[in-house]
């Protein structure tokens, strides 16, 4: 019997890798490509200062040399000789409130010139007559001309001259109103005494008394046709025109009735016509009433109304007594927005394809690390450096008075999306450039997309439907939104706002693994 013992199976140890400890290699490598991205950028102190020192540059320029966004409009307006002198201060007034009104005095025919060489932005040309053609029921027409290129510029003259327009008018009509309760108050006197006379014509008076009375109220008659004739048509009243309207019926009917009057005393019968004595002498005292009326009614209350007060609530929130803010502290959110996307994007544009070129895929690739490791430690590197970056920008605004009157940890939170946003951006072109050149045009295209359809200088409100997704997919339409909510409404931005970001955030991320992982294998 064989004595020799077996041999003993082989034993095989398995080694198991705990999930922690996976996990924290996992990190270990995601924790190399940061700090790996962060020596490098902090081996470029050009760009540091370019990225850091640049934007806060622009900001501080944009607050301290902005003064208004309005275009001077150099004006030449021509008047007419036979303008009263206090309306004519008056137009000067309304005119000089939103143009810039020239010296030199032009005929229309050297104005229209001037503005063909360039010399005037705008001619204004106020006609002739304009009282009479108001009595006459006519509409003064004001010529405006301009030779404008901008259509901006247009459109903010023609607005301009529309509220001028409307503001001389109230203020002709005031004038005209004035001038005929001025006259009105007159006519009343004269009324009294008229009525007075018709009262001596119910008593017997001789043939003298009778003829001077005919005298007095022929006189009479006159001035009522006078100041009927004076009073501007009811339909060029915005408000009390039915005032007007009345006040006109009661001066026909004093009228009619004093003609009648003035027959019954060329015939010298006076007793038949007691009757009409008596109707006439009650529609003066009806006439006298309603010009009463009509002199009790400021002018301005008959041409205008209606009134407005303008309030800004904002500044019963804040306890302030200014309305909208200036327009350096409205457009900061934006330059904050903008610079945080184009800084975000231009590194995340060049990231990849400077490891592409540089052959480090090839690196990457036999290295342990996958590249959703790569990305994420490029991700936190970069957004580490872009929130130092705006802490200076946020700091600038600070000394340039722009306020923050929403929460800082939303403010921090919605930078920090903006930022992740943009940074799938500019990931994202980084893999589809083909060359540094082609990395720094495409983000180039991204910030002139951004400038034109984020809302930053014209409204998303101002273009057709069909951009609004164009808009959509620009980061910097949600932060522009967003950061005006936060630090000039101080109220919560609408979801939308986060919800479009996470999406933009995601769908670039995913985009950017996708193709960075097939560029990987193909390495």
């Known amino acids: 019997?064989?004595?020799?013992?077996?041999?003993?199976?082989?034993?095989?140890?398995?080694?198991?890798?705990?999930?922690?400890?996976?996990?924290?290699?996992?990190?270990?490598?995601?924790?190399?490509?940061?700090?790996?991205?962060?020596?490098?950028?902090?081996?470029?102190?050009l760009l540091l200062i370019s990225l850091v020192a640049g934007p806060l540059l622009v900001l501080v320029l944009f607050g301290?040399?902005?003064?208004?966004?309005?275009?001077?409009?150099?004006?030449?307006?021509?008047?007419?000789?036979?303008?009263?002198?206090?309306?004519?201060?008056?137009?000067?007034?309304?005119?000089?409130?939103?143009?810039?009104?020239?010296d030199h005095v032009y005929t229309p025919d050297e104005a229209r010139a001037a503005l063909a060489h360039g010399d005037l932005d705008v001619v204004q040309i106020v006609p002739d007559d304009v009282f009479g053609k108001l009595q006459r029921g006519e509409n003064p027409t004001i010529l405006i001309y301009s030779n404008a290129i901008n259509p901006l510029v247009e459109g903010w003259i023609q607005y301009l001259a529309y509220v001028q327009v409307n503001e001389i008018n109230k203020a002709l009509l005031t004038e005209q109103t004035r001038?005929?309760?001025?006259?009105?108050?007159?006519?009343?006197?004269?009324?009294?005494?008229?009525?007075?006379?018709?009262?001596?014509l119910e008593r017997e008076v001789s043939r003298a008394e009778q003829e001077a009375i005919r005298q007095e109220l022929r006189t009479l008659r006159?001035?009522?046709?006078?100041?009927?004739?004076?009073?501007?048509?009811?339909?060029?009243?915005?408000?009390?025109?039915?005032?007007?309207?009345?006040?006109?019926?009661?001066?026909?009917?004093?009228?009619?009735?004093?003609?009648?009057?003035?027959?019954?005393?060329?015939s010298g019968d006076l007793e038949r016509g007691l009757a009409e004595l008596r109707d006439s002498k009650e529609a003066l005292m009806l006439l006298d009433q309603q010009i009463a009326i009509f002199v009790s009614i400021a002018p301005e209350t008959i041409v205008s109304p209606v009134q407005q007060r303008y309030q800004n609530i904002r500044t019963e929130s804040i306890g302030q007594a200014s309305g909208a803010y200036p327009a350096v502290v409205y457009y900061a959110p934006g330059v904050l927005a903008l610079l945080v996307q184009h800084t975000a994007v231009s590194l995340g544009a060049l990231a990849l394809v400077r490891e592409r070129v540089m052959g480090a895929f090839e690196l990457f690739r036999v290295s342990p690390a996958s590249m959703v490791q790569l990305l994420i430690g490029k991700y936190l590197g970069y957004t580490v450096f872009i929130a130092v970056a705006s802490a200076a920008?946020?700091?600038?605004?600070?000394?340039?008075?722009?306020?923050?009157?929403?929460?800082?940890?939303?403010?921090?939170?919605?930078?920090?999306?903006?930022?992740?946003?943009?940074?799938?951006?500019?990931?994202?072109?980084?893999?589809?450039?083909?060359?540094?050149?082609?990395?720094?045009?495409?983000?180039?295209?991204?910030?002139?997309?951004?400038?034109?359809?984020?809302?930053?200088?014209?409204?998303?409100?101002?273009?057709?439907?069909?951009?609004?997704?164009?808009?959509?997919?620009?980061?910097?339409?949600?932060?522009?939104?967003?950061?005006?909510?936060?630090?000039?409404?101080?109220?919560?931005?609408?979801?939308?706002?986060?919800?479009?970001?996470?999406i933009i955030a995601i769908i670039t991320f995913g985009m950017v693994t996708f193709l960075t992982q097939r560029q990987f294998r193909r390495a």
């Open 393 to 502: 920008l946020a700091a600038a605004m600070r000394l340039l008075g722009v306020p923050l009157q929403g929460s800082w940890l939303l403010f921090a939170l919605l930078l920090l999306l903006l930022t992740i946003a943009s940074l799938g951006v500019g990931f994202l072109i980084s893999t589809i450039a083909g060359s540094d050149s082609q990395a720094i045009q495409f983000a180039m295209i991204s910030l002139l997309l951004s400038i034109f359809f984020s809302g930053f200088f014209i409204s998303r409100d101002s273009f057709a439907a069909w951009i609004e997704p164009v808009s959509a997919l620009i980061p910097m339409s949600h932060g522009v939104a967003g950061f005006q909510d936060l630090m000039l409404r101080g109220i919560t931005p609408e979801s939308a706002v986060w919800i479009d970001l996470g």
């Open 222 to 266: 006159t001035l009522i046709v006078q100041f009927r004739d004076a009073l501007p048509p009811e339909n060029l009243f915005a408000g009390r025109g039915d005032d007007v309207e009345q006040l006109r019926i009661r001066a026909d009917e004093a009228i009619g009735s004093l003609d009648e009057v003035d027959a019954i005393l060329a």
């Open 179 to 200: 001038l005929a309760q001025q006259q009105a108050h007159t006519i009343g006197v004269r009324i009294a005494v008229g009525i007075t006379r018709l009262t001596d």
């Open 64 to 102: 301290a040399g902005f003064v208004n966004s309005n275009p001077v409009l150099r004006t030449a307006l021509i008047l007419p000789d036979d303008l009263p002198a206090g309306v004519r201060a008056q137009i000067i007034s309304l005119v000089g409130l939103n143009f810039k009104l020239v």
């Open 1 to 45: 019997m064989d004595s020799t013992a077996p041999d003993r199976p082989t034993q095989r140890t398995l080694t198991t890798s705990h999930p922690v400890d996976e996990a924290v290699r996992w990190l270990i490598r995601v924790r190399a490509y940061f700090l790996k991205e962060v020596r490098e950028i902090r081996r470029q102190p």
